[in-house]
């Protein structure tokens, strides 16, 4: 085989590897019902596909064919490995006659495994912690160091994590399965929280040279479509409106050449409207429906956005007003922050960076680079040249994600000298 030739074959599989890994895995994970047997096969069935889809062509259904080829090497490495354990033969055995019937893991019948995954994931018996290091990693294919950068931690802390949490998993014998009706309710606000830092970290990437991670918001928007089929309480619901409503946006986020473009300066005729119509009609319902949680108001916001034909339109009185309920509800220094930005456009750039200023002198977001980048921008608007410089530096040292770096550096380059 030519050097092209192999080259292409590994970029194929590569491209498969992203699409398609994180379901194959799941699907695993619930036939051969451990983590690290799932993932060892994982890795076996895409070491064979390099191999044979350069001499067979890539299969029909090459997510079938892997979950079948990860199955089968599987297996076959505990039976190899039952000449020195004899515990394996009939473990090799059971899980042969378990897994062995083909719909099992068709097409159709897996569909749901990430759910399963997440919920396993997100079991009550794993930490808060654990749980969102857990279903980044596993459901979602991030790397212990873009978890770690996401939430300011080591990535031995986050190692660590997944490894106690997949020990828990395993010594509990927690099962792989969506909870009964009456367990659901309670397993609600922790899968939320995960599907939701998922969104956030596609919408928003920790680092890296894109903006935003379509792979990610996407999967977390169907991720949020399949939890209300199963359990349509109205947070979940003002969750995917909220998800909805933001992703409506990516397409206006970002020129031709990958730079930041922010909300003011966005061209609101590339926002997708089917997205925006349906996030408004869910934030309709949700709101009827009496039962008002933070997930709904952030979706509410979002709305209002949404609705305005321009910047200078929006109604930022009703957005100030629906942070104030969001403070009562979820209080947060985050919160606090896009309120005193919400504040700056209804009343002035000096009344939000008084509430800005009070937030830093707190202690609180320190190290959060948005709070920086705003109190800056807001500095430059009223002329405190020196201000701005300084919070604009203090913002770059603080980000990893090169649009915002680039965005942060032409700001300072345009400030006078």
């Given at each position: 085989m030519s050097d092209d030739e192999t080259n292409r074959v590994h970029d194929l599989v590569d491209a498969v590897y992203r699409s398609e890994s994180r379901q194959v895995l799941a699907t695993l994970i619930r036939l051969l019902g451990d983590f690290e047997t799932a993932e060892e096969a994982l890795h076996d069935a895409f070491a064979v596909a390099v191999e044979q889809w350069a001499h067979d062509g890539v299969p029909a259904n090459p997510r079938a064919w892997l979950v079948s080829t990860g199955r089968f090497k599987a297996i076959d490495g505990m039976r190899r490995r039952a000449r020195f354990d004899t515990s394996l033969t009939e473990l090799a055995r059971q899980l042969e006659q378990r897994t062995g019937d083909a719909e099992e893991w068709n097409e159709e019948s897996v569909e749901d495994d990430r759910l399963r995954l997440i919920y396993i994931c997100c079991h009550p018996a794993l930490s808060p912690e654990a749980q969102v290091a857990m279903t980044l990693r596993e459901v979602c294919g991030l790397t212990t160091e873009?978890?770690?950068?996401?939430?300011?931690?080591?990535?031995?802390?986050?190692?660590?994590?997944?490894?106690?949490?997949?020990?828990?998993?395993?010594?509990?014998?927690?099962?792989?399965?969506?909870?009964?009706?009456?367990?659901?309710?309670?397993?609600?606000?922790?899968?939320?929280?995960?599907?939701?830092?998922?969104?956030?970290?596609?919408?928003?990437?920790?680092?890296?040279?894109?903006?935003?991670?379509?792979?990610?918001?996407?999967?977390?928007?169907?991720?949020?479509?399949?939890?209300?089929?199963?359990?349509?309480?109205?947070?979940?619901?003002?969750?995917?409106?909220?998800?909805?409503?933001?992703?409506?946006?990516?397409?206006?986020?970002?020129?031709?050449?990958?730079?930041?473009?922010?909300?003011?300066?966005?061209?609101?005729?590339?926002?997708?409207?089917?997205?925006?119509?349906?996030?408004?009609?869910?934030?309709?319902?949700?709101?009827?429906?009496?039962?008002?949680?933070?997930?709904?108001?952030?979706?509410?916001?979002?709305?209002?956005?949404?609705?305005?034909?321009?910047?200078?339109?929006?109604?930022?009185?009703?957005?100030?007003?629906?942070?104030?309920?969001?403070?009562?509800?979820?209080?947060?220094?985050?919160?606090?922050?896009?309120?005193?930005?919400?504040?700056?456009?209804?009343?002035?750039?000096?009344?939000?960076?008084?509430?800005?200023?009070?937030?830093l002198a707190r202690g609180d977001l320190g190290n959060y680079h948005l709070a920086h980048a705003a109190r800056a921008d807001l500095c430059r608007r009223l002329d405190r040249t020196a201000e701005a410089r300084a919070s604009y530096e203090r913002a770059l040292g603080l980000t990893q994600q090169e649009p915002e770096r680039r965005f942060l550096k032409r700001r300072l380059s345009e400030l006078p000298d």
């Open positions: 873009e978890i770690a950068r996401t939430f300011l931690t080591k990535p031995p802390t986050i190692a660590q994590r997944i490894v106690r949490a997949k020990a828990k998993i395993r010594e509990a014998r927690i099962p792989y399965e969506v909870p009964s009706e009456k367990e659901l309710p309670d397993r609600l606000n922790a899968v939320l929280r995960v599907i939701y830092l998922v969104f956030n970290e596609g919408y928003s990437a920790s680092s890296g040279d894109s903006l935003t991670r379509h792979d990610l918001s996407g999967e977390a928007i169907r991720l949020g479509r399949l939890l209300i089929e199963s359990l349509p309480e109205p947070e979940a619901v003002g969750l995917l409106a909220l998800m909805l409503l933001h992703d409506a946006r990516r397409a206006a986020r970002t020129s031709p050449t990958g730079d930041l473009i922010l909300l003011e300066n966005q061209d609101r005729a590339l926002w997708n409207r089917d997205q925006i119509t349906e996030g408004v009609s869910l934030v309709g319902r949700t709101l009827s429906s009496g039962q008002v949680g933070p997930y709904t108001i952030q979706a509410a916001i979002a709305a209002a956005h949404a609705q305005a034909p321009s910047s200078a339109s929006t109604d930022w009185a009703q957005i100030v007003s629906l942070y104030d309920l969001l403070m009562r509800a979820e209080p947060s220094p985050v919160v606090e922050l896009n309120r005193a930005v919400a504040v700056a456009l209804r009343d002035s750039p000096l009344a939000g960076l008084t509430l800005i200023d009070t937030i």
